[in-house]
């Protein structure tokens, strides 16, 4: 009986042992939230009315190569990036991949940075919904210099095919993504992260979008097993954001060939532009057509087009992309800078004129 009773206290006293062993094997929420913070950046860049200059970012090597959204940030000479210390320092972009929307930056002079390992983080299995998860971002700019990132919790909700639109934009990414329950894409949460509970990396948070189904708001973090197939001389090429970040961080990295627009149908407007000489020429008018939707407008030559529909225009080319893919008949709403002004008209734009029926002269 005596034999019975030890044995019994021996199992019971190496059973709490082993569990007290797990309990502190096991990370609580708060170092949790402490390491993913230690990887975290936040970004400073260019910015404009409804476009925050700030943003986040994810240090992927301990030399200070920053993972990022690929956005209007990146457009300065000025990019800044605040470490989890709160040193700051002035970053250069290293590789944009727009099918991925993703960047790479890079900081000098830092080393032993904590940081996330992209490959191994691509290699585990995509997490399930129903998984519960922690969300990471510099969301409204709460965090300045060494202050800790804000933190969500939820669940990811469901793991789909994104359709998004930014503004007039269709979203870069066109394959599946989370979906959470939280609402964690705010100004300043694109290039935040999504971990499980215990810190493992599940995905990079993505910039706010509406869904073109039901026109609201998309909560979702693009996953770090996410590959895109495009063509480069030729071939077909498939490359995923951990072979980005590799390559780019080698200084190897070639940039995918741009997919071909299906629905370009070059709708006549009657402006004619400034010489388009640079990549990002501004996107001033030299002249309008007499009686063309750009007159009847009340478009004028040397107005600035800034706005469309909400959305920001940085150069010609992005004016003729988004006037080019529209139906003919669409209507814009357009902001336009006429010396100091800043004027709102309205254009309707029209078939192309090889597709307008022909005008009998008298």
Same mark, same amino acid.
């Given at each position: 009986? +005596?034999? %019975?009773?030890? +044995? !019994?206290?021996?199992?019971?006293?190496?059973?709490?042992?082993?569990?007290?062993?797990?309990?502190?094997?096991?990370?609580?929420?708060?170092?949790?939230?402490?390491?993913?913070?230690?990887k975290?950046?936040?970004?400073?860049?260019?910015?404009?009315?409804?476009?925050?200059?700030?943003?986040?970012? %994810?240090?992927?090597?301990?030399?200070?190569?920053?993972?990022? %959204?690929?956005?209007?940030?990146?457009?300065?000479?000025?990019?800044?990036?605040?470490?989890?210390?709160?040193r700051?320092?002035?970053?250069?972009?290293? =590789?944009?991949?727009?099918?991925?929307?993703? =960047?790479?930056?890079k900081?000098?002079?830092?080393?032993?940075l904590?940081?996330?390992?992209?490959?191994e983080?691509?290699?585990r299995?995509?997490?399930?919904?129903?998984?519960?998860?922690?969300?990471?971002?510099?969301?409204?700019?709460i965090?300045?210099?060494?202050?800790?990132? !804000?933190?969500?919790?939820?669940?990811i909700?469901?793991?789909?095919?994104?359709?998004?639109?930014?503004?007039?934009f269709?979203? =870069?990414?066109?394959?599946?993504?989370?979906?959470?329950?939280?609402?964690?894409?705010?100004?300043?949460?694109?290039?935040g992260?999504?971990?499980?509970?215990?810190?493992?990396?599940?995905?990079?948070?993505?910039?706010?979008?509406?869904?073109?189904l039901?026109?609201?708001?998309?909560?979702?973090?693009?996953?770090?097993?996410?590959?895109?197939?495009?063509?480069?001389?030729?071939?077909?090429?498939?490359?995923?954001?951990?072979?980005? %970040?590799?390559?780019?961080?080698?200084?190897?990295?070639?940039?995918?060939?741009? +997919?071909?627009?299906k629905?370009?149908?070059?709708?006549?407007?009657?402006?004619?532009?400034?010489?388009n000489?640079?990549?990002?020429?501004?996107?001033?008018?030299?002249?309008?057509?007499?009686?063309?939707?750009?007159? +009847?407008?009340?478009?004028?030559?040397?107005?600035?087009?800034?706005?469309?529909?909400?959305?920001?225009?940085?150069?010609?080319?992005?004016?003729?992309?988004i006037?080019?893919?529209a139906?003919?008949?669409a209507?814009?709403?357009?902001?336009?800078?006429?010396?100091?002004?800043?004027?709102?008209?309205?254009?309707?734009?029209?078939?192309?004129l090889?597709?307008?029926?022909?005008?009998?002269?008298?």
């Amino acid at each position: 009986m +005596r034999s %019975v009773l030890l +044995r !019994s206290c021996f199992l019971a006293v190496a059973g709490m042992a082993a569990l007290v062993a797990q309990a502190r094997a096991e990370k609580s929420g708060a170092d949790v939230v402490e390491e993913v913070n230690a990887k975290m950046v936040k970004v400073f860049g260019s910015g404009a009315r409804g476009l925050a200059p700030y943003g986040s970012g %994810v240090l992927v090597s301990p030399e200070g190569h920053i993972l990022t %959204v690929n956005s209007h940030l990146l457009d300065t000479q000025d990019l800044r990036v605040h470490l989890p210390d709160g040193r700051r320092f002035h970053a250069k972009v290293v =590789a944009i991949e727009p099918q991925l929307d993703v =960047a790479l930056l890079k900081v000098d002079k830092v080393e032993d940075l904590a940081h996330f390992d992209i490959r191994e983080a691509s290699k585990r299995p995509l997490a399930q919904p129903g998984t519960k998860i922690l969300a990471f971002s510099n969301q409204f700019k709460i965090a300045e210099r060494d202050e800790p990132m !804000s933190v969500q919790r939820g669940v990811i909700a469901a793991y789909a095919k994104l359709h998004g639109r930014k503004g007039v934009f269709d979203a =870069a990414i066109t394959g599946d993504v989370y979906f959470v329950d939280a609402i964690t894409n705010n100004p300043g949460a694109a290039g935040g992260v999504l971990t499980t509970r215990k810190g493992e990396l599940l995905g990079l948070l993505g910039k706010e979008l509406r869904n073109t189904l039901s026109d609201t708001w998309i909560n979702y973090a693009v996953p770090v097993q996410m590959s895109v197939e495009s063509r480069r001389e030729e071939k077909p090429v498939t490359v995923s954001i951990a072979d980005f %970040v590799e390559k780019a961080m080698r200084g190897e990295y070639v940039q995918l060939k741009e +997919r071909e627009k299906k629905d370009g149908k070059g709708n006549y407007h009657g402006i004619i532009m400034v010489f388009n000489a640079l990549e990002r020429t501004p996107p001033y008018i030299e002249e309008v057509i007499p009686d063309s939707p750009g007159a +009847r407008a009340g478009l004028k030559p040397d107005d600035l087009i800034v706005y469309i529909d909400g959305e920001q225009i940085t150069s010609i080319k992005t004016f003729k992309e988004i006037v080019d893919s529209a139906p003919p008949g669409a209507e814009f709403r357009m902001e336009v800078r006429r010396g100091d002004r800043l004027l709102t008209l309205m254009l309707k734009v029209a078939e192309p004129l090889n597709k307008q029926p022909a005008v009998k002269k008298p």
